[in-house]
């Protein structure tokens, strides 16, 4: 360690935490005015969950659509709980966000007429999800941004955001060079989701909440975690665990159906749209049906969608992986934990309640989704969001920065088997007060034990080195992980209405009165309590 504690050092005014496309398209932009950026990534390249993204950018179309349209149908979805300020923000800024991206060097596909291909995905009500490589739209968001030659430290963990009076001083983090110390006064949270909280998802093996935990552990407020998104087709395995392969809804939108054993549609009069409903109406109909006739996957009969192997070259290359051809056989599907509708409160630049401290993408929550997100809202959401950060981070120059190592940061963890086991059986499509009680009585107790083990910040605890950093780095997720849940968990059990893609089997109606969002804030003793949510209103 050198003399200020730290085995290494950067200076920045703006630090970026996720190579994805929130938290590049917000470092390009603080970049271009002119700050000195630097982005942390856990992991390589592409171990986002933006390269995963298959279905597209939802942007108003330039004939047949309006933002009035995009808006009605986000809002539609989303439960009641829309921001509708914030859904008209965000959509607004749709055309302008894929311009800049387009002027980056990323390439759409196009139709016959030579311009941009749209497709139909649930919830929408016409054709204006833009797609790239046929189902590989994530993919090449992230090429162009990673072509961009911003600085980027790979392998590089943040562990907690450093504040003083006047707000964010920096991070620490960890990486193969040991513990260090990025001093900066404005810093983005760009993490991704918390799949990792269950045992099947379609996130990568680093969406383990971390965004969640450092703001939480900074002193902001995170709200709506309660509602997570399952997506309703993701290809099924026996025995399959950690990331699978999501279906498109492209796939649906394409003419493919839902179907059981049995040869029956699975969403036959459970919407009017049936099987491009909303995805919370379509993981219910599907867990309904499982749970009917005591199976764990259902169908997707694609066979009659036309040049499936071109449109969806992505999704072939899954279905071939495990001996199944979608032009001649079924798809067997299941729902799997896939989008956090919640996160950490902003507004629609991105700022949170704590000066300097921003968020964007799927960790934070902006408004736009509500209880249920709109499919391919995401990426646009990243996009808008990311720019506005980006551009707000200018306000912070010349705020102070630097600190030295606090050994008292404390926050234990359970082991993430356990916490996975108990999310998974207790806190998935379908939930009841039982099994909520249950898993956070189980959570409480395993935290409770968790006494003598080294804690994530302090600097002496774990040595450095590749195979220590990878130690750190897992010592970190697994309490990011556990106190994630337990705040899921209180907000889930104060929740007492099924609404958007929270079901309650004890609770199926939505109640009036509960029509409103829940904010959760973590106390300096460790305990967590639910709070009434007030959008950030900050000037940096």
Same mark, same amino acid.
């Given at each position: 360690?050198n003399?200020?504690?730290?085995?290494?050092?950067?200076?920045?005014?703006?630090?970026v935490?996720?190579?994805?496309?929130?938290?590049?398209?917000?470092?390009?932009?603080?970049?271009?005015?002119?700050?000195?950026?630097?982005?942390?990534?856990?992991?390589?390249?592409?171990?986002?969950?933006?390269?995963?993204?298959?279905?597209?950018?939802? @942007?108003? #179309?330039?004939?047949?659509?309006?933002?009035?349209?995009?808006?009605?149908?986000?809002?539609?979805?989303?439960?009641?709980?829309?921001? @509708?300020?914030?859904?008209?923000?965000?959509? %607004?800024?749709?055309?302008?966000?894929?311009?800049?991206l387009?002027?980056?060097?990323?390439v759409?596909?196009?139709?016959?007429?030579?311009?941009?291909?749209? %497709?139909?995905?649930?919830g929408?009500?016409?054709?204006?999800?833009?797609?790239?490589?046929?189902?590989?739209?994530?993919?090449?968001?992230?090429?162009?941004?990673?072509?961009?030659?911003?600085p980027?430290?790979?392998?590089?963990?943040?562990?907690?955001?450093?504040?003083?009076?006047?707000?964010?001083?920096?991070?620490? #983090?960890v990486?193969?060079?040991g513990?260090?110390?990025?001093?900066?006064?404005?810093?983005?949270?760009?993490?991704?989701?918390?799949?990792?909280?269950?045992?099947?998802?379609?996130?990568?093996?680093?969406?383990?909440?971390?965004?969640?935990a450092?703001?939480?552990?900074?002193?902001?407020?995170?709200?709506?975690?309660?509602?997570?998104?399952?997506?309703?087709? @993701?290809?099924?395995?026996?025995?399959?665990?950690?990331?699978?392969?999501?279906?498109?809804?492209?796939?649906?939108?394409?003419?493919?159906?839902?179907?059981?054993?049995?040869?029956?549609?699975?969403?036959?009069?459970?919407?009017?749209?049936?099987?491009?409903?909303?995805?919370?109406?379509?993981?219910?109909?599907?867990?309904?049906r499982?749970?009917?006739?005591?199976?764990?996957?259902?169908?997707?009969?694609?066979?009659? @969608?036309?040049?499936?192997?071109?449109?969806?070259?992505?999704?072939?290359a899954?279905?071939?992986?495990?001996?199944?051809?979608?032009?001649t056989?079924?798809?067997?599907?299941?729902?799997?934990?896939?989008?956090?509708?919640?996160?950490?409160?902003?507004?629609?630049?991105?700022?949170?309640?704590?000066?300097g401290?921003?968020?964007?993408?799927?960790?934070?929550?902006?408004?736009?989704?509500?209880?249920?997100?709109?499919?391919?809202?995401?990426?646009?959401?990243?996009?808008?969001?990311?720019?506005?950060?980006?551009?707000?981070?200018?306000?912070?120059?010349?705020?102070?920065?630097?600190?030295?190592?606090?050994?008292?940061?404390v926050?234990?963890?359970?082991?993430?088997?356990?916490?996975?086991?108990l999310? %998974?059986t207790?806190?998935?499509?379908?939930?009841?007060?039982?099994?909520?009680? #249950?898993?956070?009585?189980?959570?409480?107790?395993?935290?409770?034990?968790?006494?003598?083990?080294?804690?994530?910040?302090?600097?002496?605890?774990?040595?450095?080195?590749?195979?220590?950093?990878?130690?750190?780095?897992?010592?970190?997720?697994?309490?990011?992980?556990?106190? %994630?849940?337990?705040?899921?968990?209180?907000?889930?059990?104060?929740?007492?209405?099924?609404?958007?893609?929270h079901?309650?089997?004890?609770h199926?109606?939505?109640?009036?009165?509960?029509?409103?969002?829940?904010a959760?804030?973590?106390?300096?003793?460790?305990?967590?309590?639910?709070?009434?949510?007030?959008?950030?209103?900050?000037?940096?």
């Amino acid at each position: 360690m050198n003399a200020a504690g730290f085995d290494w050092t950067e200076d920045a005014d703006f630090v970026v935490i996720g190579g994805g496309v929130a938290g590049l398209t917000a470092a390009r932009t603080a970049s271009q005015r002119g700050l000195r950026v630097l982005v942390l990534s856990k992991g390589g390249p592409t171990d986002t969950s933006t390269q995963y993204a298959q279905g597209g950018i939802a @942007v108003v #179309a330039p004939h047949g659509d309006s933002v009035e349209s995009h808006v009605r149908d986000t809002v539609d979805a989303g439960g009641g709980l829309c921001d @509708v300020a914030a859904v008209e923000s965000i959509v %607004t800024g749709g055309q302008d966000a894929v311009a800049a991206l387009t002027d980056l060097g990323a390439v759409f596909d196009l139709g016959r007429d030579g311009q941009i291909s749209r %497709t139909r995905e649930g919830g929408h009500s016409t054709r204006r999800i833009i797609h790239a490589g046929g189902d590989a739209t994530g993919a090449e968001v992230q090429r162009a941004l990673n072509d961009a030659g911003l600085p980027v430290l790979f392998r590089t963990a943040a562990l907690r955001i450093v504040t003083g009076e006047r707000g964010v001083r920096g991070v620490i #983090a960890v990486s193969e060079r040991g513990i260090g110390a990025v001093h900066a006064p404005a810093v983005l949270l760009a993490t991704g989701g918390l799949g990792q909280l269950y045992a099947l998802s379609t996130n990568p093996p680093g969406a383990t909440a971390d965004g969640i935990a450092l703001a939480l552990w900074a002193g902001a407020e995170v709200a709506d975690l309660e509602f997570v998104q399952f997506h309703p087709t @993701v290809l099924h395995t026996p025995g399959g665990l950690g990331r699978r392969p999501l279906i498109s809804e492209a796939v649906r939108g394409e003419g493919a159906v839902l179907v059981d054993s049995l040869g029956e549609s699975v969403t036959a009069g459970v919407h009017p749209l049936g099987d491009l409903a909303p995805r919370d109406v379509v993981s219910r109909a599907i867990a309904d049906r499982m749970h009917l006739l005591g199976e764990d996957h259902v169908y997707l009969d694609a066979r009659t @969608v036309d040049n499936f192997t071109t449109r969806f070259p992505t999704i072939t290359a899954s279905c071939l992986a495990g001996g199944i051809d979608p032009r001649t056989d079924l798809i067997p599907v299941a729902p799997a934990a896939h989008y956090q509708c919640g996160g950490v409160v902003t507004d629609t630049c991105g700022r949170t309640s704590v000066p300097g401290l921003y968020a964007a993408g799927e960790v934070a929550r902006t408004g736009l989704h509500g209880a249920n997100r709109l499919a391919s809202n995401s990426l646009l959401e990243g996009l808008v969001v990311g720019e506005r950060a980006g551009a707000a981070a200018v306000t912070r120059l010349g705020e102070p920065t630097g600190f030295t190592p606090d050994a008292e940061f404390v926050s234990p963890s359970a082991p993430r088997e356990l916490v996975q086991q108990l999310m %998974t059986t207790h806190a998935s499509v379908v939930r009841d007060a039982a099994g909520l009680t #249950a898993a956070t009585h189980a959570l409480e107790l395993a935290v409770h034990n968790a006494n003598g083990a080294p804690q994530i910040s302090d600097p002496t605890a774990i040595a450095d080195g590749p195979e220590l950093s990878a130690e750190r780095i897992a010592a970190f997720e697994d309490a990011a992980l556990t106190v %994630t849940a337990r705040a899921f968990l209180l907000a889930a059990t104060a929740r007492q209405e099924s609404r958007g893609c929270h079901t309650r089997s004890d609770h199926p109606a939505p109640v009036e009165a509960a029509r409103h969002s829940t904010a959760v804030r973590l106390a300096p003793d460790g305990t967590l309590h639910l709070t009434p949510l007030t959008v950030p209103v900050t000037t940096g």
